[in-house]
């Protein structure tokens, strides 16, 4: 394998050759706006979703994975922030997610959480078609398309490998904890369309909303035409190739012509948004870095349209190369334009953890940690370097502490009992692992775990509860079978 860039995917897309995993890391930055549920809440939530997701169960004909990397959530937080504002919803509610899958398509599981696949991000040609995306989304959100969908759930029992999908949506119902981190999103076409599909009177009342949000917000409205425009070819297509959001958002020309005369009776002048444009390009710029093979992203580096984003798109192919002193090099070069920005430092830390200089990882993660002290998955890259030279002590604070973050990030967990185990703490690692398994969907290997923590932890503690919440999930869960 060595020298492939054919992605490994794990709980999070990974990029691997040889004995090294180069991968778009989970970042997850924790939102200063409301309190997370306590662990035992969102595991009843978990166990109840999975019985769910049993009940609907079957093969699932295509899975993809989240792509949860701490400097794209930004990116699409700068990007989303005035439309979401603009439609009525708090951006700090609402996350955009990113899945990777090379097909175009966009949709909303539940109220919280916009899911775009890559494949859509590297087509659309501006910020302004992505935030046209959004706002579209956006409206089946304020529109109550998905509370309506949700309300009738229960006529979904025959919409095979729905579970999957409800799982993703757990985390977001949770308090913005991925519990869906270890699942794949997936699901077979018919069902994924039976539950996120859009009827052609939601369709036509989004494109209203949205534009008039678009409006509002001060954004270019002609990015909605944009996006309608890549769609409008697929309609003589048989519904075979064409591309998922087709499917679920269904596109006639007669909806188009009204999106045309809504953006003209705008009257809003041509314009860019220059913020937007510098986190567009950099979302775009990261993710076709990891995802198409470093030779191509190499080939390309003028068409970053930044001197930034390019030194890391090059650090990125560079560290797929395994060449690890010309993706410092690059990685340098970008800190050195943005000394404080907390994603290059963090991408850095990856490059040498990754490149085996675990105790240099460990000294950037922390300049990471400094600039970004809120990120769960900077901590958790932190405590995974310190983990790696041998600072054990040092480790656990760290990853509880991110954990405390992010409760429900399965890397995090599956460092934290790594941990626990070095220290001799048996029922911690257990009830560490148990958590992780359940919330990748695991349950049978979550309650062999579950129960060799309850059988450890003293009776009653916080960590005894935890365990005994999974213990009691798996349970149910078996009897589903």
């Known amino acids: 394998m060595k020298g492939s860039t054919a992605p490994r995917l794990e709980f999070r897309m990974s990029l691997s050759h040889g004995g090294s995993a180069h991968r778009l890391r989970a970042e997850y930055e924790a939102s200063g706006g409301g309190s997370m549920p306590g662990p ?7 166990a109840t979703l999975c019985a769910l997701a049993l009940l609907l169960a079957a093969p699932a004909a ?4 989240l792509l949860r990397d701490a400097d794209l959530e930004h990116a699409l937080t700068e990007i989303a922030a005035p439309v979401l504002r603009a439609a009525g919803l708090s951006p700090g509610q609402v996350d955009v997610l990113v899945i990777k899958d090379d097909r175009m398509n966009a949709f909303v599981a539940d109220t919280t959480r916009i899911f775009i696949n890559s494949g859509l991000i590297l087509k659309l040609p501006n910020a302004k078609s992505l935030q046209a995306v959004i706002a579209h989304e956006a409206a089946h959100i304020t529109g109550g398309h998905i509370t309506r969908r949700m309300d009738n759930m229960r006529a979904a029992r ?9 799982a993703a949506a757990a985390g977001a119902a949770t308090g913005r904890a991925d519990a869906a981190a270890g699942l794949a999103i997936g699901a077979q076409s018919t069902a994924m369309r039976s539950f996120l599909g859009h009827s052609r009177a939601e369709e036509s009342s989004a494109d209203i909303a949205s534009i008039r949000t678009l409006v509002q917000a001060g954004i270019d409205p002609r ?3 944009q996006v309608q425009e890549i769609f409008l070819g697929q309609e003589a297509l048989n519904v075979g190739r ?3 959001y087709m499917q679920s958002h269904p596109l006639t020309r007669d909806r188009y012509r009204a999106a045309q005369g809504l953006v003209a009776a705008a009257k809003v002048p041509e314009r860019n948004d220059p913020n937007a444009d510098y986190w567009f390009l950099r979302t775009r710029g990261k ?3 990891f995802l198409r093979a470093p030779g191509w992203t190499l080939g390309r580096l003028g068409d970053s349209g930044s001197r930034d984003i390019a030194l890391m798109r090059e650090a990125v192919a560079r560290h797929r190369q395994t060449d690890l002193p010309g993706a410092l090099k690059a990685i340098d070069g970008a800190l050195a334009l943005r000394p404080k920005d907390p994603y290059y430092h963090d991408l850095k830390g ?3 953890l990754e490149g085996r200089r675990p105790a240099d990882s460990a000294r950037v993660y922390a300049q990471a940690r400094d600039l970004a002290p809120r990120n769960a998955q900077v901590l958790g890259g932190l405590g995974r370097a310190q983990l790696a030279s041998g600072q054990f002590a040092a480790a656990l604070a760290t990853l509880e502490e991110a954990r405390g973050r992010d409760w429900a990030d399965p890397r995090i967990l599956r460092d934290l009992s790594v941990a626990y185990a070095r220290a001799g703490n048996n029922g911690m690692a257990s009830e560490a692992t148990a958590q992780r398994y359940a919330l990748e969907g695991r349950m049978q290997d979550a309650g062999i775990h579950a129960k060799r923590a309850v059988d450890l932890l003293p009776r ?5 509860n935890r365990a005994q919440d999974v213990l009691d999930a798996s349970e149910r869960a078996a009897r589903k079978r």
């Open 40 to 46: 035992r809440a969102a595991l009843r939530l978990i």
């Open 62 to 65: 295509r899975a993809a994975t």
């Open 158 to 166: 025959n919409a095979a490998g729905l579970g999957l999908v409800l």
């Open 223 to 225: 990015g909605a035409l």
């Open 242 to 244: 064409q591309d998922p």
């Open 287 to 289: 993710l076709s870095a």
């Open 350 to 352: 990856q490059i040498l």
């Open 460 to 464: 009653g503690s916080a960590p005894w």
